[in-house]
């Protein structure tokens, strides 16, 4: 008689692969979209002869509009389903990236980035839901994590589109903003065939549906679980009762420790780097390109860590190791060091900064149930945002105010206080059921019960 297997038990296989590359498409493009952004900005603000405060409003729109798609599509994601939203963002995608090719003004520009913004925000939870529930116990914190490559992968395409479309003249930022619909039809194409996630049916209290879709990807004898409650509403306000309040400030105040610093420096790393004396030519942008691409090399050893040793390391050293490298940074701006000393650095400092924000869509998918899971990952994204778009705003008046120096001080500031609350409140939720992580830290949860919890939804 086979053994009746459930859906977390299962080994890793094509499907997992599959659901990996069409969630991380969303990553991808989110990266693509911010890093082309940089290119574009360079060549954009001499020809609308725009000032500081109108640049940093173009970059920080896609991120306010973050905060609202996060908080509204994770929402809507545990509301009326995971696959639903999955197409319609990526439609909110293709729509908004045209237009950017025919803009006459940075107002115009500004509105679609925002609404390109909405479409990210709201893919992020979309995309590290539907991974979560459809992965393999043993290997979901690689999975997820695995998902940032993706985004570094997007980041990086972008530089080396935008270098190449440099050689288009004056117009090659029209180009360079509208290419990103070019990944997102083809990855909404790829979308329509991917069911719906069986953990949310049956939280809706489609059990049957459930089981059916896992039969129909994975054969007879795999069920979702051995027990389950179903019919959980869906409400807000969850994430802060329960236990789950806690969760919910910490990953608010990780998330945005990490991003608010990191995304402002992508965005400007082309005069970042002008600043410490390479805006000779192109290599600024070359350099870039070349940065971004070596921050994929901090994901290797992360992804295989965070289950080999834990979240918490892979998290918490990270944060200290970036704020320490930014520090370096500053003190060597004004020594006039060679440009390899320099990019060495910045790869170091990237490295870094990926290893950790793989926890993005770990921790948030892995401390709350099915029923708000996606509203969790959903307001991370979007509080998270708000500190990226303030970052984002301020970063190019605090780099012309007070210089290089003290722009990479703030940077580390911010990476070590992540540090701190990180060494505080991270738990471990290493090789444990997803049933398991969302009981973590319960009012009803008794000494030894976080490994072997009352059965409910997960």
Known sequence: ??????????????????????????????????????????????????????????????????????????????????????????????????????????????????????????????????????????????????????????????????????????????????????????????????????????????????????????????????????????????????????????????????????????????QVLGEFGFADGNKEYLGSAIMSLFYLVGLLPAVFLVEKIGRRPVLIWPFLVSAVVLVILGITSSWQMSFAFTISLFIIYGIFNTSMNIHQWIYPNELFPTKIRGTAVGFGTGVSRIGASLSTFLFPLILSTYGIAVTMYCCAALFFIGFLISFVMAPETRNMTLAETSALNKPSSKPGSELNPKRETV
């Open 1 to 270: 008689m086979n053994k009746v297997r459930t859906l977390e038990e299962m080994p890793l296989g094509k499907f997992h692969y599959q659901m990996f590359f069409y969630t991380g498409g969303g990553a991808f493009i989110d990266g693509y979209i911010i890093g082309i952004i940089a290119v574009a900005l360079a060549v954009l603000q001499p020809q609308f002869d725009m000032s500081l405060t109108v640049v940093g409003m173009i970059a920080m729109a896609m991120y306010v509009g973050m905060f609202f798609g996060g908080i509204i599509g994770g929402y809507l994601t545990d509301l009326i389903g995971r696959k639903t939203m999955f197409l319609l963002d990526l439609a909110v995608f293709v729509l908004a990236s045209i237009p950017q090719f025919f803009v006459n003004d940075p107002v115009q520009l500004i509105i679609l980035r925002f609404i390109l913004g909405v479409a990210v925000g709201a893919d992020n939870p979309i995309s590290a839901t539907y991974m979560a529930e459809f992965a393999p116990r043993k290997q979901r914190g690689a999975l997820l994590g695995g998902l940032i490559a993706l985004w570094y992968v997007g980041y990086g395409a972008s530089f080396l589109v935008g270098y190449w479309m440099l050689g288009l003249g004056e117009d090659s930022w029209r180009w360079m903003l509208a290419s990103s619909a070019v990944p997102a039809l083809i990855l909404l194409l790829g979308r329509l065939k991917m069911p719906e996630s069986p953990l949310w049916l049956a939280s809706k209290g489609k059990e049957k549906e459930a089981n059916a879709i896992i039969q129909g990807v994975f054969g007879k004898g795999v069920v979702l679980s051995e027990s389950l409650e179903t019919k959980e509403k869906t409400s807000f306000m969850d994430m802060f009762k329960n236990g789950y309040g806690k969760w919910t400030l910490f990953i608010a105040l990780f998330w945005t420790l990490q991003v608010a610093p990191a995304f402002a420096i992508a965005t400007y790393i082309p």
